[in-house]
């Protein structure tokens, strides 16, 4: 079975600092791994995805992610974050272990503030 | 205006009666979800459907039903037999069923019991 972990509830941070928010997923087979943005009373925009390849991703908003399969992480990052960029982020990770069903698993969610 | 749009946003229920979630959408997605979010603990699975007329269970389905009768809409039923229900509901499709097929969400309904 699969699992994310988001190491962090919440992240606050100052306008034009950098950020890193944290995840970690468990599975013993290939995953396939993603980021979400949910703003406030909103449903969840995807970020960037990792599917296969080079494993540092460029998502939309300048977040970029890098995927380390021995530390079995998937981190994001932005150089400089903006008022904007307030919302709660969420790691999620699937794999082929549930057979034909395609399911997402969630982490429990990071909420970033940028304070002025 | 392509998208999924879920009806109503806010929606307030007495205990024991069951509500309709509504989802709809114009993507000529084949893959619908319904997922359950509650503070602090991420989005849960509740059902999903891959075809019309067809669908299974999530993790959570306890207490809810769905149908699949048309492609475009998979509406959800939470029944008095769920036994906490107040949170918010988000509805989401994908193109295919692969683990490579993105997921997009709707915007959600906030369902509090009274």
């Known amino acids: 079975a699969q699992s994310v972990t988001q190491l962090d509830s919440q992240v606050p941070v100052f306008e034009e600092a950098p950020v890193e928010l944290r995840c970690n997923y468990s599975?013993?087979?290939?995953?396939?791994l993603f980021w979400y943005v949910q703003y406030p009373n909103q449903g969840l925009q995807l970020l960037l995805k990792?599917?296969?390849?080079?494993?540092l991703v460029k998502g939309i908003n300048g977040f970029e992610a890098e995927f380390n399969k021995s530390q079995t992480s998937f981190h994001l990052r932005k150089p400089s974050v903006h008022i904007s960029d307030t919302a709660e982020y969420f790691c999620?990770?699937?794999?082929?272990?549930?057979?034909?069903?395609?399911?997402?698993?969630f982490g429990s969610g990071t909420q970033l503030t940028v304070l002025p | 205006d392509g998208g999924i749009t879920q009806s109503p946003k806010y929606l307030f229920r007495k205990e024991g009666q069951n509500v309709t979630l509504s989802c709809e959408q114009n993507?000529?997605?084949?893959?619908m979800y319904w997922y359950r979010q509650d503070p602090g603990q991420g989005l849960r699975l509740i059902y999903y459907?891959?075809?019309?007329?067809?669908?299974q269970k999530g993790d959570i389905a306890e207490g809810y039903s769905v149908s699949r009768e048309k492609k475009e809409s998979f509406p959800l039923t939470v029944t008095s037999a769920q036994k906490n229900p107040t949170a918010f509901y988000l509805c989401?499709?994908?193109?295919?069923?692969?683990?490579?097929?993105?997921?997009?969400f709707g915007p959600g309904t906030r369902l509090t019991v009274l």
């Open positions: 999620a990770v699937t794999d082929w272990s549930s057979g034909s069903a395609r399911q997402l698993t």
């Open positions: 989401a499709t994908s193109k295919g069923q692969g683990a490579t097929d993105t997921q997009y």
């Open positions: 459907s891959q075809i019309v007329n067809d669908f």
């Open positions: 990792y599917l296969s390849g080079s494993t």
């Open positions: 993507l000529n997605h084949d893959a």
């Open positions: 599975s013993s087979v290939s995953v396939y």
